[in-house]
Structures are given as C-alpha cells and as structure tokens.
C-alpha cells in the first residue's frame, strides 16, 4: 500500500505547476473504499494564492463525495522528503482521524518515512465547545 501510494503521489508531482519555487510536490491520498485521489502543487503569481499538493488532493476528493481517508502520501524534495505544511495539516485534520497514516517520500529514491496525522499535528485547532 506504502509503495503503491508513493507511486501515485510521484506520478502526480509530474503535473506540479512550480514556476516560482521549482519545488513539485506530489500526493496521493487513500479513501476508506480503495479510491486514490491525487494532486499536485499548483502555484499563482500571487504567490500567496499558491496550493499545495495536499490541499489539492483532499479537495478533489471532499468535492468529489469521499468523506473517510485511509492514508496520505507525500512526494517532493530531492535531498529530503517535503511533509505537510502546518496548514495542510490543519486542513487534513477536517477530514482525517489523528491515526491517518502519512508517508512522505523524496520525489525519487531514497527510504519513505511514515507517521501519523496526529503525530504531525499535535493539538490541532478544534472548534468543539
Ligand atoms: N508544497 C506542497 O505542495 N506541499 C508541501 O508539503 C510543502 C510545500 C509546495 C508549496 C509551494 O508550491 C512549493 O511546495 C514550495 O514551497
């Protein structure tokens, strides 16, 4: 599942649209039912309009009906593997369980990591009162 995962978040850092930060980034995201959404970064001149792969990936599926997320895998960085930014994780956490498993890998070779949604998100921002 982790290889088959990391495949697809690498195949879609391929359509990484990076012309400001030459940085593609790749994910793949794993529903409950077997689907694989996944996205890649789309960045904007206005730099700050920029999205990130994560987000791209989890939107796609929300507007495409999928609520429950089995996993998440992360492509990009040649020296290191890129993990979710701060707020890619706030945003996953919407959606996905503290025990999501994440895998991030770099966009070619070397050793994937995994971890947990909660693991990278300790005391995420709930609104529960
Ligand atoms: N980026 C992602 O798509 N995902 C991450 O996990 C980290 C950063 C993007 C944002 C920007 O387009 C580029 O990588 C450099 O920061």
């Given at each position: 599942?982790?290889?088959?995962?990391?495949?697809?978040?690498?195949?879609?850092?391929?359509?990484?649209?990076?012309?400001?930060?030459?940085?593609?980034?790749?994910?793949?995201?794993?529903?409950?039912?077997?689907?694989?959404?996944?996205?890649?970064?789309?960045?904007?001149?206005?730099?700050?309009?920029?999205?990130?792969?994560?987000?791209?990936?989890?939107?796609?599926?929300?507007?495409?009906?999928?609520?429950?997320?089995?996993?998440?895998?992360?492509?990009?960085?040649?020296?290191?593997?890129?993990?979710?930014?701060?707020?890619?994780?706030?945003?996953?956490?919407?959606?996905?369980?503290?025990?999501?498993?994440?895998?991030?890998?770099?966009?070619?070779?070397?050793?994937?990591?995994?971890?947990?949604?909660?693991?990278?998100l300790p005391m995420g921002f709930a609104?529960?009162?």
């Amino acid at each position: 599942m982790q290889t088959f995962l990391v495949k697809a978040a690498r195949a879609a850092a391929a359509h990484a649209h990076c012309p400001y930060s030459q940085y593609p980034v790749g994910a793949a995201l794993l529903t409950a039912d077997g689907q694989v959404y996944t996205g890649c970064n789309v960045e904007n001149v206005s730099y700050g309009l920029s999205i990130c792969a994560e987000r791209t990936a989890l939107f796609k599926a929300v507007s495409a009906g999928c609520r429950d997320f089995a996993a998440l895998a992360v492509a990009g960085g040649d020296k290191q593997p890129a993990a979710p930014c701060g707020a890619c994780r706030q945003v996953l956490a919407e959606f996905c369980s503290p025990g999501t498993p994440v895998v991030v890998a770099r966009l070619k070779g070397g050793k994937a990591i995994t971890t947990t949604l909660g693991a990278l998100l300790p005391m995420g921002f709930a609104s529960l009162k």
